[in-house]
């Protein structure tokens, strides 16, 4: 069992949700975004078995953490959409998923 299963999350303040953006965005200041109370990204791919496998992939990191995102998916296109539902926010847990994430695609830098 990881450690997000273990106790519920607490809230970050407005400060630690400013704080957590700029560590998971580094100096390019740019890719994950909140919206709607939600920590947000969209990644492009060249396919839809691209597309797919990328899904497959942030469905395998979003049941280890037993945290699932919101996800639109499109033929060449993924939205990941994170926020915590019970407390309702933004915990260190959506910031430490979305981080997971990001590393399926090193390469891309927005």
């Known amino acids: 069992m990881t450690e997000s299963k273990q106790q519920r999350p607490t809230l970050l303040s407005p400060t630690g949700v400013v704080g957590e953006l700029t560590k998971l965005n580094g100096e390019s200041a740019s890719g994950w975004r909140i919206e709607d109370g939600a920590l947000t990204r969209t ?41 915590t539902h019970e407390p309702p926010g933004l915990t260190r847990l959506d910031f430490l998923a979305a981080a997971e994430v990001s590393a399926l695609r090193p390469d891309v830098t927005q």
């Open 43 to 83: 990644f492009e791919f060249k396919n839809f078995y691209e597309t797919m496998a990328f899904v497959n992939a942030v469905a395998y990191i979003a049941n280890r953490h037993d945290h699932h995102p919101t996800l639109g998916v499109g033929y060449n296109r993924c939205s990941v959409a994170w926020v």
